[in-house]
């Protein structure tokens, strides 16, 4: 079945304390990207890449990494989460090499917390 | 830059009443217009999406949306809810540019509560 894999779904955490939520996908997309979604902002776009080995800031890029070593993988790494950092997350896809005209298939969101 | 408006954050309906969720965008280039559903506990879903061509557009469950280029809208409308609509509603916008990459910009999204 083609999908977006997140994982973990939910994770609590303490402030400082670096975690990685994972993100896979398993139709050869070249696009991937990484967005929050919180209540009466809608979905704003994190990081997205290109292609292995590009990737680039999207609006809220603070205070988060990514890396694109593999097609299939792209993780979203926190180095020093805050409480500001709380919020839904959602990693999508997309065929070819821009989002211009091509849908994008979401995975199914990581509700992270940060006390 | 383009923007997304939604200016419903939320629209409760009776089963069987039509509906319509607004959409305006600002944009100084031609663009590409979605709408995404986002049901409970899930990811978003594309809707349906408008490129070129009529600008009147549909998906399977019976929603649909018109293009407006001079009021700069895409408003989606069904003409009869049902309970499994209620959803959260995303628009989208993507602006028309050769070579680089295009961000696709989302509103703030509409919950619509269908109930009995």
């Known amino acids: 079945e083609a999908q977006v894999t997140q994982n973990p779904r939910y994770l609590i955490t303490v402030t400082g304390k670096k975690l990685t939520v994972t993100c896979s996908q398993n139709?050869?997309?070249?696009?991937m990207s990484w967005y929050r979604q919180d209540p009466g902002l809608g979905l704003r776009q994190i990081y997205y890449?290109?292609?292995?080995?590009?990737?680039d800031k999207g609006d809220v890029p603070e205070g988060y990494k990514v890396s694109r070593k593999e097609k299939r993988n792209f993780p979203l790494i926190l180095e020093s989460p805050s409480p500001n950092q709380t919020s839904l997350y959602f990693c999508?896809?997309?065929?070819?090499?821009?989002?211009?005209?091509?849908?994008?298939?979401f995975g199914n969101g990581t509700r992270l917390t940060v006390t | 830059a383009q923007s997304v408006t939604q200016l419903d954050s939320q629209v409760p309906v009776f089963e069987e009443a039509p509906v319509e969720l607004r959409c305006n965008y600002s944009s100084s280039v031609s663009v590409y217009l979605f709408w995404y559903v986002q049901y409970p506990n899930q990811g978003l879903q594309l809707l349906l999406k408008?490129?070129?061509?009529?600008?009147l557009v549909e998906s399977i469950n019976g929603f649909e949306a018109e293009f407006n280029k001079s009021q700069t809208s895409f408003h989606l409308r069904k003409p009869s809810v049902h309970i499994s609509d209620t959803a959260e509603y995303f628009c989208?916008?993507?602006?028309?540019?050769?070579?680089?990459?295009?961000?696709?910009?989302f509103g703030t999204g509409t919950r619509l509560q269908v109930t009995l």
């Open positions: 139709m050869n997309h070249e696009y």
């Open positions: 989208a916008v993507s602006e028309i540019t050769s070579g680089t990459a295009s961000k696709l910009t």
């Open positions: 999508a896809s997309s065929p070819i090499g821009t989002a211009n005209n091509s849908p994008l298939h």
């Open positions: 890449s290109m292609n292995v080995e590009v990737t």
């Open positions: 408008y490129l070129s061509g009529s600008t």
